[in-house]
């Protein structure tokens, strides 16, 4: 991701998404502080960044991601029951 090109919010879903599948939380936060910073969020996005801190029982920062984006995001029922 540090390689350059234009993302848009599909490549940044799949990629937190993908760092979810594989055990990378601490990527996914930084991929969506980059989402975040272009303008390319969705509940996708904050999903899979939910769902990668909660299998790396990072529940604190779980919770400050709830807390944090609840005004911005439309959490739906998946994110809920991340």
């Known amino acids: 991701y540090e390689k ?7 490549t940044y879903n799949a990629a937190v998404s ?10 996914s936060l930084k991929l969506l502080a980059m989402a975040s910073g272009q ?3 969705d509940t996708l996005t904050y999903n899979a960044a ?7 029982e990072e529940w604190t920062t779980v ?4 807390e944090m984006e609840s005004a911005r995001v439309d959490w739906d029922t ?5």
Do not use: F, P, S
């Open 39 to 41: 303008g390319h969020l």
């Open 50 to 56: 939910v769902t990668a801190c909660e299998m790396g």
């Open 18 to 27: 993908a760092c979810e599948k594989g055990d990378q939380w601490a990527t």
């Open 78 to 82: 998946i994110a809920y029951n991340a």
């Open 4 to 10: 350059g090109g234009q993302w848009d919010t599909i």
């Open 63 to 66: 919770l400050r991601l709830v």
